[in-house]
Structures are given as structure tokens and as C-alpha cells.
């Protein structure tokens, strides 16, 4: 058994122990539904939670912050309790002693009185008996639903049925693996130049690997929309000895090489697939919400249906500096939205429209991005060369989007702007001797 295998087989023995020690008090929670007697969380006041991931947990916690009384059932398919995502592409890929971080241990959750069902799936929901029902046979009445139900990765089949392992990175026994196998002269190719994909190529270099990236677009980072941002990583990766492959795709693995689409052959041991994600929306459908694009929610995070809810990556909102509807895929939304969106879930709290906000972390070097870069003209502040400088988006002259580059003071001056929809002097903005708080005051 492998040391990610035992990691996981350990942790899963521990959880069932756990579980069995707290039934007394938990029994609703784990016994078997065999008819509407067996039905758990039956109080008048009951929520049920489907997606155990960070989104999810932290809205349990809200809950329970705003008063909330009644039942909480958290609902999730992986084994592990709920852990925030991070950590994946960062931290335990960097080192082997690392031990993965939760967001409370069984007994912390037991404490908040939270019911938490981990390695089963919601695979059916009842909304006019307000029932969601799990594959173990399990049933959970609800009053209130929130669904945090996330993405999953897109697939290259392709690339699955050749003789190179394929790995994703999208859950915790994703990183561990990938962990496993990340090893000094491994040869690693990365398909998608994304902000995963490039901190995985970080945490492979510094442990020695060779690695490759290829991107089908024309350059990294393509999501973001920041031109000047896009080059100034692949300077940086370059320089740290990745070759950067764009405008291609992978075709199929042979053994020891990947064939590209310009012909070429790359040889590699392990590939890692990163390209972009797809939500997961079974259960939504069986309620009759269908869009394919995620969960379309207002600004209290609640769907069409009364009393049913959605939040974190999952949840479509509208994004003003987008100015369209999209899911917020980070660290912040999974947070702030889940947490506004349990606040609305037993009226409390205000209207979420935070504009989307997250980091990467790539060697020695910091990218914060905040708002959006489509459809914008590129302001660049301060010295790309210099290692440290910001790109601000203007469109019609407001602030929609802004991106630092080891620069943290001055993010949080720019995400307060982009907030506020300032409309600041552009050559003011521009000179980087300008003191962005005598802005912020105009």
C-alpha cells in the first residue's frame, strides 16, 4: 500500500470510528431511512446542505453564527470532512510532511450540532415532500436547501485510454496522488496554462521535475483576460526552466511521448489535465433547475424554487464588472457568497455583490486578481521588469478590474476601488507615484 493509499485508508478508518462513537447522539444521522418514520431532520426547522466541500461547511457555520436553531445535515461524496481547496495545488503538493488542513475536526462539527455525511451522494430530491435522498438509501427532510454541489474536472478520454497515468486535480485524494508521484526527474506534462495549471508547475519544479505545458489557446492564463499579466508569467516560468507550449492540443499518449496537434512528440511520465471545469448539476436537474451553466441564483443566493438555494462554485451569478452571469470558481466566493447566502436562508444578512477576488502563489512571486478583464483597456502601473507592479482594467472609464503583482498593499486600495465603481483620473491612476488612497478620498 502506498503512502497516499494507507494516508487515505487511515483517515477513513478514523471518521467510521468517530462515527460510531458519537451515534448515540447522532443516530438520526447514520441510521438507515426505511420509511417516514426513518426520515432524518424532520424538526420544523431543517436544513440540509448537498456538497461538503467549503462552500458548504462554511455555510453550516453561518447558520449556526445568524442563530440559526434547527437541524443542519451536511452532505458529501468524498470521504474526507469539509477542507477548503487551496492546499491542492499549493501546499501539499510542495511537501510530503504536509498533512491535509480541515475546516473542523467530527467533534467540532458534533459541537456546532451539525450532522455531517461524508462518503455518500445525493442522488435524488423530492422537492414537493421536501426530501433529498442519498445512494446508501438514506432520506433527509429539508425545509431549506442549499445546493454547494461545485464542478468537476473536463475530461480528455482521449489521453485516459493511453499508457501515461492521467491525473486531474480537483479533490483532496486528487492531490495526494498527484504528491505521490511528483518526484525529482519525473517529466510532467501539463495540459492548460490556467492558474492551477501553473501552480502545479511551480510545485513540480521545486521538486525537481522536468515540465512542460501545453495551452490551446495563444497564451497562459487566457481566462483572466490580462494581456501584460499572461506574458509576465511566462517570462517567469520560462526562466525557471518550463517550456511553454501554445496554440496546441494533445491528440493521444504513446508510450513514454504525447502527441501534439502541430505533430511534434513530447515525452513525458505523468500527465496532469487542467482544463477548466464543469458544474455539477445532477440533483439540480432532478429538481427542474436547468441551466447548464451552473445554478442561477439572485443576489441572496436563492434559485426559482422557494427555499432552495445555491452556493460557491456551482451558483451562476450575475457579475457586474463582467457584466454577465458566471460562477465565481475561488476561494472568496466559496466564503463571503455561501456565507451571505446563509444569512438570506433564515432572513438575515443583505444582497451579495462582492466582485470576485483571488491569489496564486508561484514561487517566490504573488498574483492577486480582482473584478474582470473583459472587455477592457489595460492600464499598467509600475514596472513589469521590476517584479512588482499592477494592471488596472477601465472600461467607459470605471474600474472593473485590477491584478497585482507583489504588490498586496496596493491590491487592497484596488479591490476597495473596484468595489466603489470608481471612475478615478486616468494619469493619475497610471503614475505609479500616486498615492491610490488620495484616489480612493477624490
Given at each position: 500500500?502506498?503512502?497516499?493509499?494507507?494516508?487515505?485508508?487511515?483517515?477513513?478508518?478514523?471518521?467510521?470510528?468517530?462515527?460510531?462513537?458519537?451515534?448515540?447522539?447522532?443516530?438520526?444521522?447514520?441510521?438507515?431511512?426505511?420509511?417516514?418514520?426513518?426520515?432524518?431532520?424532520?424538526?420544523?426547522?431543517?436544513?440540509?446542505?448537498?456538497?461538503?466541500?467549503?462552500?458548504?461547511?462554511?455555510?453550516?457555520?453561518?447558520?449556526?453564527?445568524?442563530?440559526?436553531?434547527?437541524?443542519?445535515?451536511?452532505?458529501?461524496?468524498?470521504?474526507?470532512?469539509?477542507?477548503?481547496?487551496?492546499?491542492?495545488?499549493?501546499?501539499?503538493?510542495?511537501?510530503?510532511?504536509?498533512?491535509?488542513?480541515?475546516?473542523?475536526?467530527?467533534?467540532?462539527?458534533?459541537?456546532?450540532?451539525?450532522?455531517?455525511?461524508?462518503?455518500?451522494?445525493?442522488?435524488?430530491?423530492?422537492?414537493?415532500?421536501?426530501?433529498?435522498?442519498?445512494?446508501?438509501?438514506?432520506?433527509?427532510?429539508?425545509?431549506?436547501?442549499?445546493?454547494?454541489?461545485?464542478?468537476?474536472?473536463?475530461?480528455?478520454?482521449?489521453?485516459?485510454?493511453?499508457?501515461?497515468?492521467?491525473?486531474?486535480?480537483?479533490?483532496?485524494?486528487?492531490?495526494?496522488?498527484?504528491?505521490?508521484?511528483?518526484?525529482?526527474?519525473?517529466?510532467?506534462?501539463?495540459?492548460?496554462?490556467?492558474?492551477?495549471?501553473?501552480?502545479?508547475a511551480a510545485a513540480a519544479v521545486s521538486r525537481g521535475c522536468s515540465?512542460?505545458?501545453?495551452?490551446?489557446?495563444?497564451?497562459?492564463?487566457?481566462?483572466?483576460?490580462?494581456?501584460?499579466?499572461?506574458?509576465?508569467?511566462?517570462k517567469l516560468h520560462i526562466e525557471q526552466g518550463v517550456s511553454i507550449?501554445?496554440?496546441?492540443?494533445?491528440?493521444?499518449?504513446?508510450?513514454?511521448?504525447?502527441?501534439?496537434?502541430?505533430?511534434?512528440?513530447?515525452?513525458?511520465?505523468?500527465?496532469?489535465?487542467?482544463?477548466?471545469?464543469?458544474?455539477?448539476?445532477?440533483?439540480?436537474?432532478?429538481?427542474?433547475?436547468?441551466?447548464?451553466?451552473?445554478?442561477?441564483?439572485?443576489?441572496?443566493?436563492?434559485?426559482?424554487?422557494?427555499?432552495?438555494?445555491?452556493?460557491?462554485?456551482v451558483a451562476l451569478q450575475w457579475n457586474r464588472c463582467g457584466d454577465?452571469?458566471?460562477?465565481?470558481?475561488?476561494?472568496?466566493?466559496?466564503?463571503?457568497?455561501?456565507?451571505?447566502?446563509?444569512?438570506?436562508?433564515?432572513?438575515?444578512?443583505?444582497?451579495?455583490?462582492?466582485?470576485?477576488?483571488?491569489?496564486?502563489?508561484?514561487?517566490?512571486?504573488?498574483?492577486?486578481?480582482?473584478?474582470?478583464?473583459?472587455?477592457?483597456?489595460?492600464?499598467?502601473?509600475?514596472?513589469?521588469?521590476?517584479?512588482?507592479?499592477?494592471?488596472?482594467?477601465?472600461?467607459?472609464?470605471?474600474?472593473?478590474?485590477?491584478?497585482?503583482?507583489?504588490?498586496?498593499?496596493?491590491?487592497?486600495?484596488?479591490?476597495?476601488?473596484?468595489?466603489?465603481?470608481?471612475?478615478?483620473?486616468?494619469?493619475?491612476?497610471?503614475?505609479?507615484?500616486?498615492?491610490?488612497?488620495?484616489?480612493?478620498?477624490?
Amino acid at each position: 500500500m502506498s503512502n497516499v493509499d494507507c494516508f487515505i485508508h487511515l483517515q477513513s478508518r478514523w471518521t467510521v470510528y468517530k462515527e460510531l462513537s458519537t451515534s448515540k447522539t447522532r443516530a438520526r444521522a447514520i441510521g438507515p431511512a426505511t420509511g417516514e418514520a426513518a426520515v432524518s431532520g424532520a424538526n420544523p426547522e431543517s436544513v440540509v446542505i448537498v456538497g461538503a466541500g467549503q462552500a458548504g461547511g462554511r455555510a453550516a457555520e453561518a447558520l449556526r453564527a445568524a442563530h440559526f436553531a434547527g437541524s443542519i445535515t451536511l452532505i458529501g461524496d468524498e470521504v474526507h470532512l469539509p477542507y477548503e481547496r487551496p492546499q491542492l495545488s499549493k501546499s501539499i503538493l510542495l511537501d510530503h510532511a504536509i498533512a491535509p488542513a480541515f475546516l473542523r475536526s467530527l467533534d467540532q462539527w458534533s459541537d456546532l450540532q451539525v450532522d455531517v455525511c461524508t462518503g455518500t451522494s445525493a442522488v435524488e430530491c423530492d422537492y414537493e415532500r421536501r426530501l433529498v435522498g442519498l445512494a446508501d438509501g438514506r432520506e433527509y427532510r429539508f425545509d431549506r436547501l442549499l445546493l454547494a454541489t461545485g464542478t468537476r474536472p473536463r475530461r480528455l478520454a482521449e489521453l485516459e485510454n493511453g499508457p501515461i497515468p492521467v491525473h486531474y486535480l480537483r479533490n483532496l485524494n486528487d492531490a495526494l496522488s498527484l504528491r505521490g508521484v511528483i518526484e525529482s526527474s519525473c517529466r510532467i506534462l501539463l495540459i492548460g496554462g490556467g492558474v492551477i495549471g501553473l501552480e502545479v508547475a511551480a510545485a513540480a519544479v521545486s521538486r525537481g521535475c522536468s515540465v512542460t505545458i501545453v495551452e490551446a489557446a495563444g497564451h497562459l492564463l487566457a481566462q483572466l483576460g490580462a494581456r501584460t499579466i499572461s506574458d509576465h508569467f511566462k517570462k517567469l516560468h520560462i526562466e525557471q526552466g518550463v517550456s511553454i507550449l501554445t496554440g496546441v492540443t494533445a491528440l493521444r499518449s504513446i508510450s513514454g511521448a504525447v502527441e501534439l496537434s502541430d505533430g511534434s512528440l513530447n515525452h513525458a511520465d505523468v500527465i496532469l489535465v487542467g482544463i477548466g471545469v464543469q458544474p455539477s448539476l445532477d440533483l439540480a436537474r432532478t429538481l427542474g433547475l436547468r441551466s447548464s451553466e451552473g445554478i442561477r441564483v439572485d443576489a441572496r443566493g436563492a434559485t426559482e424554487l422557494e427555499g432552495v438555494y445555491a452556493a460557491g462554485d456551482v451558483a451562476l451569478q450575475w457579475n457586474r464588472c463582467g457584466d454577465r452571469w458566471m460562477r465565481v470558481e475561488n476561494w472568496a466566493n466559496a466564503l463571503n457568497q455561501a456565507g451571505a447566502t446563509a444569512a438570506a436562508m433564515v432572513e438575515q444578512g443583505k444582497a451579495y455583490d462582492a466582485a470576485p477576488w483571488f491569489w496564486s502563489d508561484q514561487y517566490a512571486t504573488n498574483l492577486q486578481v480582482a473584478g474582470s478583464f473583459a472587455q477592457v483597456e489595460e492600464i499598467v502601473r509600475g514596472d513589469p521588469h521590476s517584479g512588482r507592479f499592477s494592471v488596472i482594467g477601465l472600461r467607459d472609464g470605471e474600474i472593473v478590474g485590477a491584478a497585482t503583482v507583489n504588490a498586496s498593499r496596493e491590491m487592497a486600495l484596488l479591490r476597495r476601488m473596484v468595489s466603489m465603481s470608481a471612475r478615478p483620473d486616468r494619469a493619475s491612476l497610471e503614475n505609479p507615484a500616486t498615492d491610490l488612497r488620495r484616489l480612493l478620498s477624490a
